[in-house]
């Protein structure tokens, strides 16, 4: 049987400039963060929340890792215990949706039993097609991933940034209660 408090750690992974520590500035204090620095090996933050159907709050600990390659050996350190991904790339920037197959291979190269989603960031940044990364390519790579779902976000407008965290932690909830 589950904890009382429900306790999850998550990390959020992704090549450098994908946009990960925005995105976790707009979910825990509704802002956006204009100038942030790059993240140096890791940085954690802690959030209780409120999920329907549960009774007490769930307490989240959420790791932004450093997406340089240079940080892939002390990544390594901080999967261990988590039961959330959040795999995060670049709309406008192929390269990042191209390399998460490597993130997912260094994961799951430390920890085998957790749940993932997929986030395309920057929604706000696409504005020709033929920089954007087609739907069905995210769809395909959410499979390939194993993500329980596939989220197209905007840390500056905060869209979908809510969403896509509720989906991924309601998901965890189910799997690991």
């Not at 009382?4 to 400039?17: L, T, W």
């Not at 940085?43 to 329907?52: A, G, L, M, S």
């Not at 769930?58 to 790791?63: E, M």
Request: aromatic residues 16%; contains cysteine; charged residues 25%.
């Amino acid at each position: 049987m589950g904890s009382k408090f429900p306790f999850y750690k998550i990390c959020i992974v992704g090549d450098f400039g994908v946009g990960k520590t925005t995105l976790l500035h707009q979910y825990l204090e509704r802002r956006f963060c204009q100038s942030v620095t790059s993240t140096i090996g890791s940085n954690f933050f802690v959030k209780r929340i409120k999920i329907p159907d549960v009774e007490n709050l769930i307490t989240l600990q959420i790791w932004d890792l450093a997406g340089q390659h240079r940080f892939k050996w002390v990544r390594q350190q901080f999967y261990k215990g988590a039961k959330g991904i959040v795999y995060v790339f670049d709309l406008t920037r192929k390269k990042t949706f191209d390399n998460l197959p490597n993130w997912k291979n260094e994961i799951e190269n430390i920890i085998q039993n957790f749940s993932s989603i997929l986030v395309g960031n920057k929604t706000d940044l696409i504005d020709n097609k033929k920089d954007y990364i087609e739907k069905v390519d995210s769809e395909n790579l959410k499979q390939y991933l194993g993500a329980c779902d596939y989220f197209e976000a905007s840390a500056k407008s905060g869209s979908n940034v809510e969403d896509f965290f509720f989906k991924l932690i309601t998901n965890m909830y189910k799997l690991f209660k």
